[in-house]
Every structure is written in structure tokens, then in C-alpha cells.
């Protein structure tokens, strides 16, 4: 093994430990192709020795006084800020997102873990009078062990903030990270006994999906999965977890429309519809806007503003301060991609800009020309129903449509099977409500995209997920409620 690959461990009961099959997975760094670092190849032994390992600490944990769970998380919060540094660059190294992205996500998640924290004293339950005899009350608690299942594009931020909500809660827990992108989850998983939290409350599995993330979500011990990725995989954990009917919380794909009246601030739309999909995480994001719908009178010189502006774009490597986009994660996902592109244009989309990858991208630097690439790609077609217009690419690939007015507009926006995320563009106030109102998606943005807070709620409709996180009641997805009524007569 070359030396500047280096070996990290799963987290089970405190303790640094192997697979214990002893395998191992290679994490590349897409920004080269290179081998950078390695994770244990889990599997079902070692879930089932985490879950029992979280099952050991329940009973502690979940009597700790709410006020001491949360000052132990927000020791937590602190150190994954005072670690910021190396922290963002784990992140980097394993998925390619650019420092611009990162650095401010995870030093968000730590601002979110600090608010999350602070719920664990606002757990309340609910007098219900039901009769003069009788005190009726309800109270909520924590459902035991819950298994966390997280996707590559922003693992370290996701395992921040569901862990924290998890844990506030009185929960224990094992974590199930990407195998493409895992280092980050275990480097922060290290200071977890360094903020004073026992071992066994937070566990870390590392694996493939279908050998560790399948066992997770089968284990009969687990009561609860929190996943976020696919909704193919979303399916598999579904039905996986049959045997026990754990409670499912999924927060899956999407599909969604940046939809651009004529009226609008057409600067500030260009700019937004191209953050939307190039630089959020070079377009793999659950909430990219894949989906650019212009009003028809605008449709040619908008998507020429757009091109104008990608095209001022700086892809390179993910820590250099001046990247605006970075590479896609994984060659699978490249090529994936490009088989996108490649059969949009056969299914008769025409390409507008972009299209081009890899080596073509940076001819003269040999570290770069090894990376997984993808420039900023724009696809235009009339016709919804293509499989561009569909599918969710996870890439820099956006496909515009054009439509008349705003009952075509909701028309195309709402005719996918997920339902995400949708951004508004408009000076017309009556017409932008009209549009919230009409779009079916978890989230509807107005003059502005892809912006996420902690303290508002985030979900999918459709297919795009069951249950609600973030907001003031996130600690409710973590929580199960029990009727009590005292009898007095
Ligand atoms: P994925 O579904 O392939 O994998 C996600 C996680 O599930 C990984 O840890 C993986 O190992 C695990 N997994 C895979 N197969 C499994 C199985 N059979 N049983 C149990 N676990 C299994 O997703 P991805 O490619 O890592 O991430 C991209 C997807 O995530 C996109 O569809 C994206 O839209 C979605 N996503 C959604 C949100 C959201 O909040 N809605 C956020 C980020 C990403």
C-alpha cells in the first residue's frame, strides 16, 4: 500500500474496529481518479455488533437528563468547529465538492447541531381531558435504537445534523455512511467521546448498501431508519424493513423545476437557476433545479445568459479557494451521466452548451485529466415527457422547456412522480402566490433557490420522501408518542 493512502476504522462501542470479514474499500478522490484513503468493508456481523453495542448504552442515555444530552452535544458542535479544517478537506477528498461548498456546510451543520441540541429541553407532551376521573395525558420518547442511512453528496453535514436530532432525543444509534464517501462521517464520529459522549451512543458501520446498509435495515433490534438517498434505494430499505415494520423517515430524489416568468428579475433569475444546478455540488444535489422552465417570450435569450454566465464558471480542484465547481463523485456517476447526455441527444434534446468531460476539460494538467469532470450542460427540448426530463441525473445537467403561461407552467412542473423542491421566478406577487399554491413539492422557493435553514422544515412530497426534518418539531421523527390515563374514581 502506498504511503500516503491512509486506513480509517468503524466505531463500534467507542472502540476503533476493522470489518470484521477484515475487508476493505478503496476511497477515491475524484478530483484525480487516485486511491486517497481507505474504510473497512462492514457487513451484517459487524451492524449487529453495533446495534448491540447501542442497545448496551440505551438505557443511560436515554435517562441522561435532557439539559446534559444537550450541553454533550453542543461540546460535540464545538469540536467539529474547532476541526473545521480538517473536517472540510475529508469531506472534499472523498466527494470533490469545492471548498466555496464545505467549508460553510459543515460550519452550518455545527450551527444546526447547536440549535438541534437545544430541542432535547422542548420535548413536551399533550393534557388531554377526557374525563373528571382521570388524568390523560401523552408523552413522547425516544423509539430505543435507530440506524442512520446518509448518501455521498453531503455526508459530514447530514450525519451532523440527523445524529444530533437522533441523540437530543434520547435515542441510540448506528450509523450506515456511503461507502464512496465515509472518512469524513468516522473523523467526526472520533470526537464524539472527546465531547463527553459514552461509548455505544453513536456507532459507525462502513459498507456497501447492500451487505451493511441492507443488514441495518433489516436488523430486528432497530426500530427506526432515518435514510436519505435514492428513491430506488428508498424502495429496498422499505421493504427491508418489513420484519420489525420499523418507522421510516426518507428523504429521497428529485426532479425540480426553476420555473422564469417573463416578468422577472431576469439577472438575478440567471444567476440563481445557474447555482441551482451547476455549482450546487456540481448539480448532485436532492434539490437541484434540473428543471429550467422559461416563459416562451424570454426562452432564447434567457438560456443565452445562462450559457454566458456558466461558461464564467472555474472548475478545478476542490480546495482551491477561487473552484466554483468540482468534480462529479465517482466514476460510476461519470459515466453515468454522459449516458444521460448521450441518450437525451438521441431521444432528440438538443444540446444548447456543455457536454464536454474528463480529459477534454484539462489537457495540459495530468492530475486533473484523471478526474471525474463534467462541464455545465444544458439540454432544450419541447417535449416533458423525455427521460431527461424524468430521471434524476445527480450532475451539472440541466434540461430547459419552454412553456405560455402559468397553468402550462404548474402542468409541466408538477407532471413527475417526485415532488422536491420548486423555484418562482416573478415581480407579480398575486401570480407567485398562485404558484405556491398550485406546485406540488416539500419546498417552494420565490426570487431566490436552494436556500435551506435549520429552524424551516424540509421534506418531499411524492416520491421524493415521507416525514419532515429541520423546523422547531425535527426531534419529532425521532420520537414515538404513549397515551396515559390515570384512574381515579
Ligand atoms: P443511494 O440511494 O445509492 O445511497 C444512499 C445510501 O444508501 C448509501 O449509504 C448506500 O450505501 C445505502 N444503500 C444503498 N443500497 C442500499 C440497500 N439496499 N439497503 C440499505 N442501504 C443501501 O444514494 P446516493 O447515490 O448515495 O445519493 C444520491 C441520492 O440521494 C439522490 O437520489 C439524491 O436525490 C438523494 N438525496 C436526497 C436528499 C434529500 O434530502 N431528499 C438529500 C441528499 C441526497
Redesign the pocket.
Given at each position: 500500500m502506498a504511503a500516503n493512502i491512509t486506513d480509517h476504522l468503524q466505531l463500534i462501542d467507542g472502540r476503533g474496529c476493522p470489518a470484521t470479514g477484515n475487508g476493505w474499500i478503496d476511497s477515491i478522490d475524484p478530483s484525480t481518479g487516485r486511491i486517497w484513503a481507505r474504510i473497512p468493508a462492514g457487513g451484517a456481523s459487524d451492524i449487529d455488533l453495533a446495534v448491540r453495542a447501542a442497545a448496551r448504552a440505551l438505557p443511560a442515555w436515554r435517562e441522561t437528563a435532557p439539559a446534559q444530552r444537550a450541553a454533550l452535544l453542543r461540546s460535540w458542535a464545538r469540536l467539529v468547529r474547532d476541526n473545521l479544517d480538517t473536517l472540510w478537506r475529508l469531506d472534499a477528498a472523498d466527494n470533490g465538492r469545492p471548498r466555496r461548498e464545505a467549508e460553510p456546510a459543515i460550519a452550518g451543520a455545527a450551527m444546526q447541531m447547536e440549535y438541534v441540541a437545544g430541542l432535547a429541553e422542548t420535548i413536551t407532551g399533550t393534557t388531554v381531558s377526557v374525563s373528571p376521573t382521570a388524568s390523560t395525558y401523552t408523552v413522547r420518547e425516544p423509539y430505543g435504537v435507530v440506524g442512520l442511512?446518509?448518501?455521498?453528496?453531503?455526508p459530514l453535514a447530514?450525519f451532523l445534523a440527523k445524529a444530533t436530532a437522533a441523540l437530543a432525543a434520547g435515542n441510540t444509534l448506528v450509523v450506515?455512511?456511503?461507502?464512496i464517501a465515509s472518512v469524513s462521517v468516522l473523523a467526526a464520529a472520533e470526537l464524539v467521546a472527546e465531547a463527553g459522549i459514552p461509548a455505544g451512543v453513536v456507532n459507525i458501520v462502513t459498507g456497501?448498501?447492500?451487505s451493511?446498509?441492507?443488514a441495518?435495515?433489516r436488523h430486528d433490534d432497530v426500530r427506526m431508519i432515518s435514510?436519505?438517498?435514492?428513491?430506488?434505494?428508498?424502495r429496498?430499505?422499505t421493504e427491508?424493513s418489513t420484519g420489525n415494520l420499523k418507522a421510516l423517515s426518507l428523504?429521497?430524489?428529485?426532479k425540480s423545476p426553476n420555473i422564469v416568468f417573463a416578468d422577472a428579475d431576469i439577472d438575478a433569475a440567471v444567476a440563481g437557476v445557474t447555482a441551482g444546478i451547476f455549482t450546487a455540488s456540481a448539480g448532485?444535489?436532492?434539490?437541484a433545479g434540473s428543471r429550467i422552465l422559461v416563459q416562451d417570450s424570454i426562452f432564447e435569450d434567457f438560456i443565452e445568459k445562462v450559457r454566458l454566465r456558466a461558461s464564467q464558471m472555474t472548475l478545478g480542484s476542490p480546495p482551491d479557494a477561487g473552484t466554483d465547481m468540482g468534480p462529479v463523485v465517482s466514476r460510476v456517476q461519470f459515466d453515468r451521466i454522459r449516458g444521460y447526455i448521450e441518450s437525451a441527444e438521441a431521444d432528440g434534446a438538443k444540446l444548447a452548451f456543455g457536454g464536454r468531460s474528463g480529459s477534454e476539460l484539462f489537457p495540459r494538467n495530468e492530475d486533473l485529466a484523471g478526474g471525474y469532470y463534467i462541464e455545465p450542460t444544458l439540454l432544450t427540448t419541447d417535449d416533458p415527457g423525455l427521460q431527461i426530463c424524468r430521471e434524476?441525473v445527480?450532475g451539472p445537467v440541466a434540461v430547459a422547456l419552454r412553456f405560455s403561461d402559468e397553468a402550462e407552467a404548474l402542468d409541466i412542473a408538477n407532471g413527475s412522480t417526485f415532488g422536491?423542491a420548486a423555484g418562482v421566478w416573478t415581480q407579480n406577487l398575486p401570480r407567485a402566490q398562485r404558484m405556491i399554491t398550485g406546485l406540488d413539492a416539500g419546498t417552494v422557493w420565490v426570487n431566490t433557490y436552494r436556500r435551506l435553514h435549520w429552524a424551516l422544515p424540509?421534506g418531499?412530497h411524492k416520491e421524493?420522501?415521507i416525514g419532515t426534518s429541520n423546523g422547531p418539531q425535527t426531534l419529532d421523527e425521532w420520537l414515538e408518542q404513549k397515551s396515559v390515563w390515570i384512574e381515579y374514581s
Open positions: 442511512i446518509i448518501p455521498w453528496n453531503a447530514m450506515k455512511p456511503p461507502e456497501e448498501g447492500a451493511a446498509g441492507d441495518l435495515a435514510f436519505t438517498g435514492s428513491t430506488q434505494t428508498g429496498r430499505i427491508a428523504e429521497l430524489g428529485g448532485q444535489a436532492c434539490i434524476e445527480f422536491l424540509f418531499g421524493s420522501g
